[in-house]
């Protein structure tokens, strides 16, 4: 069935360094890919997204990069900060069939001042 | 995000319970949602809803009930709650398409002592 596979489970950076975050989905079909991020306690929310008629989009510190031949997303977060701190959750959704969203199983971030 | 809401925010009952969690949507989107989120799990779906009268099995369904008489609410139903239920629950809501943004609602902590 329709899978997103995500990683890493956890991750650990220095202030001020990048992190990514990678996912492989498994529906050729699937053209959008929302990022969500998530803190402690509040519901998920939509930091990004990118539809698959594009390779790369970008929002300040924030990118994420699409290679639709590989089945491959990242999230690149630049110069990250102690409010980067939380779990970051991909997804790939459809425009045909059920239209669910397929999410990943989530990459908590800590940034270490 | 306003748009969406869910009551209560927090609940505690017993095993064998009926309990109903609630969920309003002022869009009028036509697709919501009901995941459930424990430690290590990730979001998993439970049921969807494609619009009124119209609702679908998720990956967890076995336990709920759900029904969505009207385009803005979107009930769900524990009818006999059991301790492997407690988790936390976000309704979701989407317009249409699969890549359409989808928004959670803030989340209902259920315990089931």
């Known amino acids: 069935g329709e899978n997103v596979e995500q990683h890493p489970s956890t991750l650990s950076v220095q202030e001020g360094d990048s992190a990514v975050i990678k996912c492989t989905y498994s529906d050729s079909a699937s053209n959008y890919f929302p990022w969500y991020k998530q803190e402690l306690g509040k519901r998920p929310q939509l930091i990004i997204d990118?539809?698959?008629?594009?390779g790369e989009k970008k929002d300040q510190r924030i990118a994420v990069t699409l290679n639709k031949t590989a089945k491959h997303f990242s999230l690149h977060i630049t110069e990250t900060q102690p409010e980067d701190s939380a779990v970051y959750f991909c997804?790939?959704?459809?425009?045909?069939?059920?239209?669910?969203?397929?999410f990943g199983t989530g990459t908590r971030l800590k940034v270490l001042a | 995000d306003a748009g969406i809401t869910q009551s209560p925010r927090y609940k505690i009952t017993e095993t064998g319970r009926q309990v109903t969690l609630m969920c309003h949507q002022t869009?009028?989107?036509?697709?919501m949602f009901w995941y459930r989120q424990d430690l290590g799990h990730g979001l998993r779906l439970i049921y969807y809803?494609?619009?009124?009268?119209?609702?679908d099995k998720g990956e967890v369904p076995d336990g709920y009930v759900v029904s969505r008489s009207k385009t803005e609410n979107f009930p769900l139903t524990l009818e006999s709650a059991t301790r492997s239920q407690t988790s936390v629950y976000f309704c979701a809501s989407r317009q249409g398409h699969g890549t359409d943004t989808q928004y959670f609602g803030p989340g209902t902590r259920l315990t089931v002592l």
């Open positions: 990118i539809r698959s008629n594009v």
């Open positions: 809803s494609a619009a009124a009268d119209i609702t």
């Open positions: 869009w009028s989107h036509s697709y």
């Open positions: 997804a790939a959704s459809s425009s045909s069939g059920t239209y669910k969203y397929i």
